[in-house]
């Protein structure tokens, strides 16, 4: 019984992880050193991403990675939950991130990560600590994660999924409204 739910469980995960691949999402991973990104990367997606950036303490590289987000489908950002000397750092970088006006039409999916972790903060502080609440104009989501134990994963790839699954939508709706204004 036990087996069966999870291999229930492990192919439902595989079945996401194939739509994941198959819906050819462009992602920019965000996050100040060792919030854990290149671990989410290596779980996700083997090597094939390279989109992995370390932001913070240095302004000269904003605009590199600035660039590298510019027309995503999404942009995820992970932050070390169990770490209270970065909050702080973690919080002013994410609303650079989304005060940035070239990149507000980009969903944002902010990442809690290590929850497997004692000393992680529950959700609800999280997201006061980070100020979600006052990120404006933009759509974001939270999801408390643990990448080394693989903890809520599947929910973050659903979400991906359905962020690609919503662009091309509208791109399909926006061809329509350009088909009718032709005609
Ligand atoms: N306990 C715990 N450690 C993690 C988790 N995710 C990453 N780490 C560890 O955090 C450190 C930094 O991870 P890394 O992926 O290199 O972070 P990056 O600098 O953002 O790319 C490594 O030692 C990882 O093994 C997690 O969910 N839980
Ligand atoms: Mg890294």
Redesign the pocket.
Known sequence: MFTDLWNWIVSYYDYLIARFWAAELEITLL??????????LRVLAGDKFTR?W?VGGQPRFRTMWERYCLGVDAIVF?V?S?DAHTYEGARQELHAVCNNSSLSDIPVLVLA?????AEALPLEDFVTKMDIKGIKNHQVTCYS?????T?NLNAVVSWLVSQKENNVNKEGSAQEEGEEAET
């Open positions: 996050g100040l050193q060792n919030a854990g990104k290149t671990s989410l992995d370390d992970v070390d169990a990560n290590k929850n497997d972790l994660v643990s990448v080394k134990e903890d």
